[in-house]
């Protein structure tokens, strides 16, 4: 079946830096979803790419999917300790009815 | 208006038990999702209504699980004689359109479930 990984699993980076996640599809996707989840919280969504090539950018986060529709990026510009969570991308292929969510990265930001 | 709500928060239950775990979607939202998300993991789809038509249950583990929309709007997931494997946090989620796939899903609070 579809297959979305995500790397890195983990990153801690200190408040100021940038921060980039990138996610993997097995199959071509329709479209793309990314979402946020604070911990002991629930996903929250961010955005939706459709179009091959598409970026789309939100105050200091920058979404991209790629040229062929199998993989797509998330990157955070200067992080604050408020980007801390896990960012999940999350993917439609085909006629399927089902998100399959990726395996998430953690982003951990200290002062 | 509210936003997705889940009942109970938390549930405990003994290897064997039912137990029945109850999502209220956005009101007027035609797509209705649950998820299980097992711990450092992320959401795994289950099922699919699209009012109260399940269109697709080809996530359910098993037939342990059996999920109702009956009216459209409050959907229940149950799970029978509950296994330790079923601990995870049960995610509803619901989106406005029809068609879904071009929609965002609005995510509720979760159901903890323990089974002992």
């Known amino acids: 079946g579809q297959q979305v990984m995500q790397i890195p699993q983990y990153q801690h980076v200190q408040e100021g830096e940038d921060f980039t996640t990138y996610c993997n599809s097995s199959?071509?996707?329709?479209?793309i979803q990314w979402y946020k989840q604070r911990p002991g919280g629930h996903p929250v969504f961010l955005i939706q790419?459709?179009?091959?090539?598409e970026v789309k950018k939100q105050k200091r986060l920058t979404f991209q999917f790629g040229e062929a529709k199998k993989n797509s990026s998330l990157h955070i510009t200067a992080t604050q300790t408020t980007d801390v969570g896990t960012y999940f991308c999350?993917?439609?292929?085909?006629?399927?009815?089902?998100?399959?969510f990726g395996t998430g990265t953690r982003l951990q930001v200290t002062l | 208006g509210a936003g997705v709500s889940q009942s109970p928060r938390y549930k405990v239950a003994k290897r064997g038990q039912d137990v029945a775990l109850r999502c209220d979607p956005i009101?007027?939202?035609?797509?209705l999702f649950w998820y299980q998300q097992a711990l450092g993991q992320g959401p795994e789809f289950l099922t699919y209504?699209?009012?109260?038509?399940?269109?697709?249950k080809s996530g359910l583990p098993s037939d342990r699980f059996f999920a109702e929309r009956p009216e459209g709007s409050v959907s229940t997931l149950k799970i029978q004689r509950t296994q330790q494997e079923d601990s995870a946090v049960y995610l509803c989620?619901?989106?406005?359109?029809?068609?879904?796939?071009?929609?965002?899903?609005?995510f509720g609070p979760g159901t903890r479930l323990t089974v002992l």
């Open positions: 999350a993917g439609l292929s085909g006629t399927a009815s089902k998100l399959t």
């Open positions: 989620a619901s989106s406005l359109a029809r068609v879904f796939r071009t929609d965002t899903q609005y």
């Open positions: 790419l459709v179009k091959s090539g």
């Open positions: 209504f699209q009012n109260e038509a399940q269109l697709d």
């Open positions: 009101s007027g939202h035609v797509s």
């Open positions: 199959t071509t996707l329709s479209n």
